[in-house]
């Protein structure tokens, strides 16, 4: 069995916590009063592996962080033996698109992940307009997976598509595991 950690990440009032609650299970709700993180939160849970192959569990530390810049100073630490990268944006709030250049520069570029352990959620927030709209990404932002998140309407479409997600995850997990195995033979 595999553990992950996944680190999610992105502007404030992107509904982070939101979508981590529910991925994790935490809480079914979906509505409620803002409370912005205070640092970060890790939820554990295990996760059933779509696209993996082998239909696999993974044991999921899912870190919800901050989106204020104030807690930046802590940021080297989280990045600290990270699996993969999920941030986290609202469309309807024009400034996110920029943010997440920022975002993208701080957590994914310095660690060297690849596309596959990435993963950008278009949040929408209930009652906002849902548009699967092509969004105007820079090219290094338009190579990773792009979902589209309404936890009103589609929330079971959002939780496959992160274990999908999690399934790439396991498979860059594997793949590193077998070729470190294959380097202690040589």
Not at 33 to 61: A, W
Not at 85 to 104: C, M, Q
Request: aromatic share 6%; glycine share 6%.
């Amino acid at each position: 069995m595999f553990k992950a950690k996944i680190l999610l990440i992105g502007p404030t009032e992107s509904g982070k916590t939101v979508l981590a609650n529910f991925l994790s299970d935490t809480t079914e709700t979906v509505g409620g009063e803002y409370s912005p993180t205070q640092g970060v939160r890790i939820l554990e849970f295990e996760s059933q592996n779509q696209g993996s192959g082998d239909k696999s569990t993974c044991d999921v530390e899912l870190w919800d962080c901050a989106g204020d810049f104030k807690f930046e100073s802590c940021w080297p630490a989280l990045m600290k033996d990270s699996n993969g990268v999920v941030i986290v944006f609202n469309p309807d709030v024009p400034s996110h698109l920029k943010e997440i250049e920022t975002w993208h520069a701080m957590f994914i570029a310095p660690q060297g992940l690849q596309d596959a352990q990435c993963l950008l959620i278009s949040h929408h927030k209930p009652g906002s307009g849902d548009s699967d709209d092509r969004l105007p990404l820079a090219a290094h932002l338009s190579r990773l997976p792009l979902i589209h998140s309404n936890l009103e309407d589609e929330p079971e479409e959002v939780r496959q598509a992160f274990h999908r997600y999690l399934g790439n995850i396991v498979t860059t997990l594997s793949e590193s595991r077998e070729r470190e195995e294959m380097s202690i033979i040589t």
